[in-house]
């Protein structure tokens, strides 16, 4: 959950964006609990690319629409390889089953948003 500041950015409004935030805030959470052996291994992978959705649709808000578009699909490249990533953690017991469920379910939330922000920009 974003909280209110007394300054604002309009990306902040989007929907996706607001979601990334989220999803990257619940990644964190999950990657505290992997051994210490995953520190840089897993882990710190899981959570750039989770907060990789987020800063990329920051960073490309502000820009053309072409280039917003390029940095919205390298944020929906790192929803995927979040996938991947919930799926090594789920394998190796870092995090069950309902755990990887509300992963994929947050990253194909986000993913659709993603490719819809996406057809926007091009039809515009």
Same mark, same amino acid.
């Given at each position: ?47 750039? %690319?989770? +907060? =990789?959705?987020?800063?990329?649709? $920051? ?7 072409? &280039?917003? @578009?390029?940095?919205?699909?390298? %944020?929906? +490249? =790192?929803?995927?390889?979040?996938? $991947? ?7 190796? &017991?870092? @995090? ?22 996406? &057809? ?5």
């Amino acid at each position: 959950m974003i909280m209110k500041s007394n300054y604002y950015f309009k990306f902040e409004d989007l929907k996706v964006y607001q979601k990334a935030i989220d999803f990257g805030e619940q990644v964190n959470h999950q990657i505290e609990k992997f051994p210490n052996h995953e520190t840089y291994k897993l882990a710190t992978q899981f959570i750039r %690319a989770a +907060d =990789s959705i987020a800063l990329n649709i $920051a960073e490309g808000s502000a820009s053309t629409d072409a &280039n917003f @578009i390029r940095y919205l699909k390298m %944020a929906w +490249d =790192s929803s995927h390889e979040c996938v $991947a990533a919930s799926t090594k953690a789920r394998l190796r &017991n870092y @995090i069950g089953f309902d755990e990887d469920e509300a992963n994929r379910k947050a990253i194909t939330e986000i993913s659709k948003m993603i490719s819809s922000l996406i &057809n926007h920009l091009k039809n515009k």
